[in-house]
């Protein structure tokens, strides 16, 4: 029988969908049917999403499996009545958290996602603007301003991680491309030259490479056997002979390169 | 005595600063000095993240809170015998999955933000590519591709809403500026005109408007309280007159306004 899994918040439902997920890695249900419900913050609501619960559950409730994060007692026991399987990150934790700070909690809904500060705010909008300004080798002049610089072959994964940098960490990120004359001639391209201490270089296996390239030009030089061989061994030595970092992008998600980035380099990780 | 929390992980740590800040947001702990520690997938690296903790510690282990998704018992008991306050996602959940799912977990490392599969990760690269060949009024021409346009006057919080769409979610979103050439004559943009389903208009307090304004244009008409009184009235008019969904952005995360579209509209989460 087919598995039903429910991510239940009463606000964005981003936590329990991340927490839940990262749980089920461990088991069998990776393919199982997904449905999330947010902003089940008042008792009514809760009563539907109890129904569309029971609904799915029929005569059984074994393959129904409930994630949530109700900070409300009330709404938690009303999705609890359905008889599925349920674990609730609030109800799990908070006692135990209680305990521990010897604090009481607040039972204040919808906070995990809210905006903290109007200043980590403004500095997030910053560090996404500056991720679309210097997209794909512009705006070079603010160069200075930047954290890092990433800077590689087409295709190697530049733009969403710069993107990913920005709206979930805050970096300051910019990325460069490294055409085949750069990579003829083994010299960093002009723009780069200054900035050696902020640059980070992706790379990319060949055949993943080939893959990418072929989807947008099929059949074209571009995204040849020979032509991704060759751009993706010049632009490994690029990197080796001038001392810059770098990291082979073909088996990670952009979240895993993003913390590698950050992790690598002793970045803060800012918190929005 | 200031309190340190720290968020260890064998893998990018993503999910347990998510689920961690979530739960923390019930409790005075939000203003508390924070170290993640990625990556800790080994003997050796748990041992050294061990000294850390036991060095922030000192005599006290009191003022220390470390949340942790470590899935091997070994590593986690290292990290256990500093003898801070720990919890850890997979010690407490992996049990009760375990039995109420009647199956042995998998004991596999760093899955949560792992490439799931390679069409997946495909439609996430060109839902940003999309965002970017679409933000702020460009390519106009694939708005048939789109699943959703957001619309609104200049920094209503289109642009990083569109680009956190594609990243979390994999939507392809667009959006168009709407200009005072617009308002005043309270018609639609022409490109906008056959694509009203498609369409989500994003509203903003005019003092929010005014002082995100000021910051890139001081003292500017743009930036003028006259100005943006008169935008946001008649951006929100202009919407009404078309039966345009619209969202006032003012207190609301990227996060969170991705979310509400994504829930407003029905719309599949997809999952990265």
């Known amino acids: 029988m087919k598995k039903i899994l429910f991510f239940i918040s009463d606000s964005t439902g981003l936590t329990i969908e991340t927490l839940g997920n990262s749980l089920l890695t461990q088991f069998n249900y990776m393919d199982a049917e997904r449905i999330t419900l947010p902003y089940i913050n008042t008792v009514e609501k809760a009563h539907q999403a ?5 609904w799915y559950c029929k005569n ?16 938690r026991k009303i999705i609890r009545n359905t008889k599925a399987i349920m674990l609730d990150s609030f109800e799990t934790f908070l006692p135990q958290l209680e305990q521990a700070l ?12 809210a905006v903290k500060d109007e200043n980590t705010y403004a500095s997030r909008i910053e560090a996404i603007n500056f991720a679309l ?3 794909d ?10 954290e890092i610089i990433l800077t590689g072959i087409s295709r190697s994964g530049k733009t969403p991680t710069c993107l990913y940098l920005a709206l979930q960490f805050g970096v300051l990120a910019a990325n460069y491309p490294i055409t085949e004359e750069d990579l003829h001639t083994y010299t960093l391209p002009k723009p780069l030259q200054p900035y050696q201490s902020k640059l980070f270089g992706l790379t990319i296996q060949e055949d993943r490479l080939q893959e990418i390239r072929a989807q947008r030009r099929p059949d074209s030089r571009y995204a040849s056997s020979k032509q991704c061989q060759v751009e993706c061994q010049q632009a490994e030595d690029l990197f ?4 810059i970092t770098y990291l082979n992008t073909t088996r990670f998600s952009i979240e895993e390169i993003a913390t590698h980035i950050i992790h690598q380099r002793g970045m803060k990780r800012k918190r929005f």
Do not use: R
């Open 50 to 54: 109890a129904q569309t619960i029971q």
């Open 60 to 75: 059984d409730c074994k393959n129904v499996l409930i994630f949530s994060s109700l900070v409300d007692p009330e709404i």
């Open 102 to 113: 010897q604090e009481k909690h607040k039972k204040n809904i919808g906070l995990s996602h």
């Open 133 to 135: 300004l210097t997209d």
């Open 137 to 146: 080798g512009g705006g070079t002049k603010h160069y200075d301003q930047a």
């Open 240 to 243: 080796k002979q001038h001392y």
